[in-house]
């Protein structure tokens, strides 16, 4: 098996970024650069989540272990740990972080790169053991080098992506990118402390029977999306959910499925930020063969215009996404 390249699985993710950058001859090597800083981060971070229960790093944030030390959240050790990759990269003039309320400079003005990140997303299960990951995107600045971000570089829109991924922790650890031409998936050998493609050229199901939304909140949910999910139960399609979009979102891009996270009475945007996870994971899917929208809007042409924005989500398989969106608009047709 060989990815676009024909690079075979084995391959390991330096030699593949370095072999992809090969394929531009006026390519500079920062991206990829960026890209391995961020892999290096993804092996910190796996050690200390593998690591968890034996270091104290689960639990709120703010309480102290016995020693009487402050512990760390793991979600805040990941956040210092990519930025800290990040900023010794030199690559990235300014990082936006989901753990962050304002951009943060790195110093490094000649950087071309903006990075939103999502250091840790599935808070929920960080502390029982179960799949969470990272999810990035890379774009490239608007303003001149020389200085810092501006909020113009960090609110562009998805379609300005130059790169985007996650990283999940799993029952194995895998880093799956893209850069605009498909999506490689790279399994992480722990012995060996790399990642080697394992998953070339994903492409994911036109359709599938898995859909991935919290039921629990089903009450709230706008008329077409209960339409939609009582269609699900009535085709006896499966429902899973583990409350981990990474880890959701991989499943079904792997088998075929739809994840949503609709607006709600609690969450009336939804709950998932278009910067960190949205843009991400659309950017992802739309080149596997998949679909994200809003609802009625493709996520990568929405125009942000806050840095923790959210949006309702609804991605994966395109002819799910398509099915979805028709019962959304004949609830609007039907008002
Ligand atoms: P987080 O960024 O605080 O971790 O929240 C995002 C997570 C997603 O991983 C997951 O799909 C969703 O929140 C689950 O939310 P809910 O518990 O409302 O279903
Ligand atoms: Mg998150």
Known sequence: MTDKLGLPVGTTLDRFIMRKQEDFPYATGELSQLLRDIALAAKIVNREI?????LDVTGAYGQQNVQGEDQQKLDVIANIRFIRALRNGGEVCT??????????????????????????????NIDVNVSIGTIFSIYRRVSEQGSDGTMDDCLQTGTKQVGAGYIIY??????????????NGFTYDMTLGEFFLSHPNIFTPATGKIYSVNEGSYNSFPEGVKQYVNYCRDN????RYIGSLVGDFHRNLMKGGIYIYPSTAKAPNGKLRLMYECNALAFIV?????????????????????????????????????KAEEFLKAEVEVN
């Not at 400079?105 to 599935?122: E, F, M, R, S």
């Not at 006896?236 to 429902?239: L, V």
């Open 170 to 183: 799993g029952s194995s650890t895998m880093l799956v990118y893209t850069t605009g031409n498909g999506v």
């Open 95 to 124: 990082i936006i972080s989901e753990e962050e309320d304002e951009a943060i400079q790195t110093g490094n003005t000649k950087g071309k790169y903006i990075v939103a990140i999502d250091p840790l997303d599935g808070s929920s």
């Open 236 to 239: 006896e399609y499966s429902a």
């Open 286 to 322: 739309e080149q596997a063969g998949g679909k994200a929208t809003n609802g009625s809007q493709r996520i990568m042409d929405m125009v942000p215009t806050a840095l923790h924005q959210r949006c309702p989500l609804f991605i994966g398989s395109p002819e799910m996404v398509d």
């Open 50 to 54: 593998n690591r968890a229960g034996l």
